[in-house]
């Protein structure tokens, strides 16, 4: 019931977007929660998550899980019967765990990092975060599908970060890492990735991810 689940989370977060794309493609109805953010967090996101006091956060039956990937584990454990996020295979479903990592310590640290500076230390960011995506490149044009095969799965939830903000972030902050030069196993992912019947309800337009990032990043 929906009033068992809720997310806490905040429209143009990637990371509270991962949490609403998993529930939806297990077929889980959940109440939202949208925090003020930068500006004002919720008592209940600061009683919930007291220790890093962001965004996402899921309650299920009163009880809090933070972080997305934690959480989208969690969904996955407690849905089973509905749509797998993560392989059945454990050697399969530890790479997707590795992958998943890769994304946020790899590509998400170095192109934020990117946005943020100036430079030569900008142009030091961006040749991380483009080794980082050719790795991603020789990785899933092994399979010249989706990370999760036919379908879209953890490594794809946890990309959409790639397929949905950084085309943004390289509007906004005028830098270009990913071309169908560089990258066209990458852009082609990224085609199916976004133009997913769900995932294409959950990812916020580009124009206002662009218009939020001017407004509020403020390095």
Same mark, same amino acid.
């Given at each position: 019931?929906?009033?068992?689940?809720?997310?806490? !989370? =905040?429209?143009?977060?990637? =990371?509270?977007?991962?949490?609403?794309?998993?529930?939806?493609?297990? *077929?889980?109805?959940?109440?939202?929660?949208?925090?003020?953010?930068?500006?004002?967090?919720?008592?209940?996101?600061?009683?919930?998550?007291?220790?890093?006091? $962001?965004?996402?956060?899921?309650?299920?039956?009163?009880? &809090?899980?933070?972080?997305?990937?934690? #959480?989208?584990?969690?969904?996955?454990?407690?849905?089973?019967?509905?749509? &797998?996020?993560?392989?059945?295979? &454990?050697?399969?479903?530890?790479?997707?765990?590795?992958?998943?990592? =890769?994304?946020?310590?790899?590509?998400?640290?170095?192109?934020?990092?990117?946005? !943020?500076?100036?430079?030569?230390?900008?142009?030091? /960011?961006?040749?991380?975060?483009?080794?980082? +995506?050719?790795?991603?490149?020789?990785?899933?044009?092994?399979?010249?599908?989706?990370? *999760? *095969?036919?379908?879209?799965?953890?490594?794809?939830?946890? !990309?959409?970060?790639?397929? *949905?903000? @950084?085309?943004? @972030?390289?509007?906004?902050? !005028?830098?270009?890492?990913?071309?169908?030069?560089?990258?066209?196993? +990458? #852009? $082609?992912?990224?085609?199916?990735?976004?133009?997913?019947?769900?995932?294409?309800?959950?990812?916020?337009?580009?124009?206002? #991810?662009? /218009?939020?990032? $001017?407004?509020?990043?403020?390095?």
């Amino acid at each position: 019931m929906a009033e068992q689940v809720q997310v806490f !989370g =905040f429209w143009e977060s990637p =990371f509270s977007r991962r949490v609403e794309l998993a529930l939806k493609l297990k *077929g889980v109805e959940y109440q939202y929660f949208e925090e003020d953010l930068p500006h004002n967090k919720s008592d209940l996101l600061l009683k919930y998550n007291p220790i890093h006091k $962001k965004v996402p956060v899921l309650l299920h039956h009163g009880k &809090p899980i933070a972080e997305s990937l934690v #959480i989208l584990e969690y969904i996955d454990d407690i849905w089973k019967e509905s749509y &797998p996020i993560l392989p059945h295979h &454990p050697h399969q479903r530890a790479l997707a765990r590795f992958w998943a990592k =890769f994304i946020d310590d790899k590509v998400v640290v170095a192109v934020v990092k990117a946005a !943020g500076s100036r430079g030569e230390d900008r142009e030091k /960011a961006i040749k991380e975060a483009r080794e980082a +995506l050719e790795t991603l490149e020789k990785e899933i044009e092994k399979s010249n599908k989706l990370f *999760g *095969g036919d379908d879209i799965g953890f490594v794809d939830i946890v !990309g959409t970060v790639i397929a *949905g903000w @950084i085309p943004a @972030i390289e509007e906004c902050f !005028g830098f270009q890492l990913l071309t169908t030069d560089n990258f066209p196993n +990458l #852009i $082609k992912w990224s085609d199916q990735v976004v133009n997913h019947s769900i995932v294409n309800q959950i990812l916020p337009p580009k124009t206002e #991810i662009v /218009a939020f990032m $001017k407004a509020n990043w403020k390095f």
